[in-house]
Antibody, heavy 120, light 108 residues
Framework: EVQLVESGGGLVQPGGSLRLSCAAS????????MSWVRQAPGKGLEWVANIKQDGSEKYYVDSVKGRFTISRDNAKNSLYLQMNSLRAEDTAVYYC?????????????WGQGTMVTVSS | SYVLTQPPSVSVAPGKTARITCGGN??????VHWYQQKPGQAPVLVIY???DRPSGIPERFSGSNSGNTATLTISRVEAGDEADYYCQVWDSSSDQYVFGTGTKVTVL
């Protein structure tokens, strides 16, 4: 079964750091662009970052540039999001998602999400 | 940055047709994807590349894209179609994905 499972969410104080992980299974992880997408409580979807198959290209939404770092370990079939200098507005459910070339880079597989709460 | 605008809500009776618009500057030149999200669940891809359906998505879901507006059409609406719907594009000028503001579809 094709699956993405996020972990690492939790409660963190403003200014703190957190590292999210996404474990992939059921497909050749190294063949796909991967993304992180977040959703603040009661709000819409916001794309956060993506990374090329070999990690050589990374892109970020303006609001997290310089604070968040996306990375991957193809040997471990894992995607990561290192989040530093966290702010209250980073509070959200964070999803990892697969970009499929067959679907013109639409996100065809999503994880169930992990909740990040930034609060003192 | 590129902005995609959707109506906040659309209401439709069962068996009728729902149309959800997604407005953006010259969006017709981009590939538009649509997602369905039900409460407490992750989004699901329902339309990609403007009008194509992934396997498993009913033919009742269709899409179009031209000029400054993309449209998701749900025909013969069922109670199970009640959800939030989001459009999405890749903005090559900023190297960022952009999601629309989202539309809540209510089945009356």
């Amino acid at each position: 079964e094709v699956q993405l499972v996020e972990s690492g969410g939790g409660l963190v104080q403003p200014g703190g750091s957190l590292r999210l992980s996404c474990a992939a299974s059921g497909f050749t992880f190294s063949s796909y662009w991967m993304s992180w997408v977040r959703q603040a409580p009661g709000k819409g979807l916001e794309w956060v970052a993506n990374i090329k198959q070999d990690g050589s290209e990374k892109y970020y939404v303006d609001s997290v540039k310089g604070r968040f770092t996306i990375s991957r370990d193809n040997a471990k079939n894992s995607l990561y999001l290192q989040m530093n200098s966290l702010r209250a507005e980073d509070t959200a459910v964070y999803y990892c998602a697969r970009s499929s070339g067959s679907y013109y880079r639409a996100f065809d597989i999503w994880g169930q999400g992990t909740m990040v709460t930034v609060s003192s | 940055s590129y902005v995609l605008t959707q109506p906040p809500s659309v209401s439709v009776a069962p068996g009728k047709t729902a149309r959800i618009t997604c407005g953006g500057n010259n969006i017709g030149s981009k590939s538009v994807h649509w997602y369905q999200q039900k409460p407490g669940q992750a989004p699901v891809l329902v339309i990609y590349y403007d009008s194509d359906r992934p396997s498993g998505i009913p033919e009742r879901f269709s899409g179009s894209n031209s000029g400054n507006t993309a449209t998701l059409t749900i025909s013969r609406v069922e109670a199970g179609d009640e959800a939030d719907y989001y459009c999405q594009v890749w903005d090559s000028s900023s190297d960022q994905y952009v999601f629309g503001t989202g539309t809540k579809v209510t089945v009356l």
